[in-house]
């Protein structure tokens, strides 16, 4: 397992300075997901030093830039990034994980329980059956990773979100190139680089609120 100091320097070209608890849930979060993923399969990346970088350090960049608040929807958490990874920089943030895989929820809800976070719902339902659903409610935040087929996910995610809501969704350059002809209802920010990496980005876009016709 990586100490401290490996960890740090890890992390330090994505500009995060992680606090001794931070620091020791994500040695934990870490270690659980090593451990998991040599049965199920949660990640390709094995070497734990690839998945400090890979899958913390680009999800917590987040942390530089925005300060989140309220709710936050993670849409297909998969092993928990970006959403299940922010709770270590945002320990006070509401969140829903949509994960319909059995396996990979037992898992995420393993590492809440070992990181001891709180206010968190893993869910089975799609985003689809999330967003049509009677008792849907309205997020602050809504977040994915690695996500396609924007037509699609864009005006479901906006569903889930609160007028003034933001979405955050970590893309290639080429993928955030197709972003304003996938929706006209958020207003997207300039994408912000991810550190080691030749093309990734965090894209931010702005919920305005549901038109009204004069």
């Not at 100490?3 to 001794?20: C, S, V």
């Not at 925005?66 to 998969?78: A, F, H, K, R, T």
């Not at 008792?135 to 906006?158: I, K, T, Y």
């Not at 080429?174 to 958020?186: N, R, V």
Request: neutral net charge; hydrophobic residues 40%; aromatic residues 8%.
């Amino acid at each position: 397992m990586l100490n401290e100091t490996e960890l740090a320097a890890l992390l330090q070209p994505f500009g995060l300075r992680l606090t001794d608890r931070q620091t020791t849930q994500l040695r934990t979060y870490l270690e659980v997901l090593l451990r998991w993923n040599a049965k199920i399969n949660l990640t390709a990346i094995r070497r734990p030093e690839d998945c400090v970088t890979r899958h913390f350090g680009e999800s917590l960049y987040l942390a530089r830039w925005v300060n989140l608040e309220g709710s936050l929807l993670d849409i297909g958490s998969g092993a928990g990034f970006p959403g299940l990874a922010l709770k270590i920089p945002f320990p006070d943030l509401a969140m829903t994980l949509l994960e319909p895989t059995a396996k990979k929820r037992a898992f995420l809800k393993e590492v809440a329980r070992a990181c001891e976070f709180r206010d968190i719902e893993v869910c089975g339902q799609r985003l689809e059956e999330f967003a049509d659903g009677e008792a849907r409610p309205s997020f602050d935040n809504a977040s994915s990773r690695a996500v396609g087929h924007f037509e699609e996910l864009l005006p479901l995610a906006v569903r889930c979100l609160k007028p003034g809501g933001r979405l955050y969704l970590w893309l290639s350059h080429d993928q955030g190139s197709q972003l304003a002809t996938a929706t006209d209802c958020l207003r997207w920010g300039s994408p912000i680089p991810i550190p080691l990496t030749r093309e990734g980005e965090i894209w931010r876009g702005e919920y305005a609120g549901p038109t009204t016709n004069p």
